[in-house]
């Protein structure tokens, strides 16, 4: 299946006041005070109503459940709703950190990032499918676009994981977080494009929110695929 990997800008102020916050407000059965958030936000109302069902989700997480498969996910779900988020194919920090773990200086642990809002257990990276990944802080992000400029080795490594040009998404995404002041968190399948037919695209989120940048590379790869497929078997008739 491959990963689909996304980048959502985020801070931890606004996942306190997007995620925890209205998460209490399900489980006290306010879901009124959710509309309301969200209309506060200009989202539209099939987007509030998919929001709401995201936390009404997030509500009936057991507490022994990972924190990268329950909240994680639906806290990169739902900035979705609220601003653009980023895709790349394959593409992650958690399997740099993986090769290097020292790469792990540009991430947080959740239980730095929520301050103890959730107890659940975290693995603090990609661990499957539909999973969130690892979180760079404001500060991290910073760094992070500091040393792709001024340092060749993390510049180089980093090109390998975002290869074939999916290097200039990530540091669209690096950006947008730096100018917002915000963090990165990095998850799976909160969209799942369809390279071949791209209006059977979908999303557990806002799809129009995902920038179109890494769709349009993952698209031309596979479509090279093919090419090479179709051309070989060309060849051999």
Same mark, same amino acid.
């Given at each position: 299946?491959?990963?689909?990997?996304?980048?959502?800008?985020?801070?931890?102020?606004?996942?306190?006041?997007?995620?925890? @916050?209205?998460?209490?407000?399900?489980?006290?059965?306010? =879901?009124?005070?959710?509309?309301?958030?969200?209309?506060?936000?200009?989202? =539209?109302?099939?987007?509030?109503?998919?929001?709401?069902?995201?936390?009404?989700? %997030?509500? %009936?997480?057991? #507490?022994?459940?990972?924190?990268?498969?329950?909240?994680?996910?639906?806290?990169?779900?739902?900035?979705?709703?609220?601003?653009?988020?980023?895709?790349?194919? +394959?593409?992650?920090?958690?399997?740099?950190?993986?090769?290097? $773990?020292?790469?792990?200086?540009?991430?947080?642990?959740?239980?730095?990032?929520?301050?103890?809002?959730? $107890?659940?257990?975290?693995?603090?990276? @990609? @661990? +499957?499918?539909?999973?969130?990944?690892?979180?760079?802080?404001?500060?991290?992000?910073?760094?992070?676009?500091?040393? #792709?400029?001024?340092?060749?080795?993390?510049?180089?490594? #980093?090109?390998?994981?975002?290869?074939?040009g999916q290097l200039a998404v990530l540091k669209k995404a690096l950006t947008a977080a730096a100018e917002l002041g915000t963090g990165l968190l990095e998850a799976t399948e909160v969209v799942?494009?369809?390279?071949?037919?791209?209006?059977?695209?979908?999303?557990?989120?806002?799809?129009?929110?995902?920038?179109?940048?890494?769709?349009? #590379?993952?698209?031309?790869?596979?479509? %090279?695929?093919?090419?090479?497929? @179709?051309?070989?078997? =060309?060849?051999?008739?």
């Open positions: 299946m491959g990963y689909d990997v996304s980048f959502h800008p985020i801070s931890p102020e606004e996942m306190r006041e997007w995620y925890f @916050i209205p998460l209490t407000w399900v489980q006290q059965g306010q =879901e009124e005070k959710v509309l309301t958030l969200a209309a506060q936000h200009g989202i =539209e109302d099939f987007y509030a109503e998919k929001y709401l069902d995201t936390l009404r989700v %997030g509500a %009936g997480t057991e #507490l022994d459940e990972l924190f990268d498969k329950s909240h994680g996910f639906y806290i990169a779900v739902i900035q979705g709703f609220f601003r653009n988020y980023y895709y790349t194919r +394959e593409s992650g920090f958690s399997f740099l950190v993986e090769e290097k $773990p020292e790469y792990a200086r540009y991430s947080t642990p959740w239980d730095q990032v929520a301050s103890g809002s959730i $107890p659940n257990p975290a693995e603090n990276r @990609i @661990i +499957e499918n539909y999973c969130s990944g690892v979180y760079l802080s404001p500060d991290q992000v910073v760094q992070l676009l500091r040393d #792709l400029e001024r340092d060749p080795k993390v510049l180089e490594d #980093l090109e390998r994981i975002w290869s074939d799942e494009p369809n390279p071949i037919h791209p209006n059977e695209s979908t999303s557990y989120s806002n799809l129009y929110h995902c920038d179109r940048d890494g769709v349009y #590379l993952y698209m031309d790869t596979v479509r %090279g695929q093919l090419a090479d497929v @179709i051309g070989k078997s =060309e060849e051999q008739t």
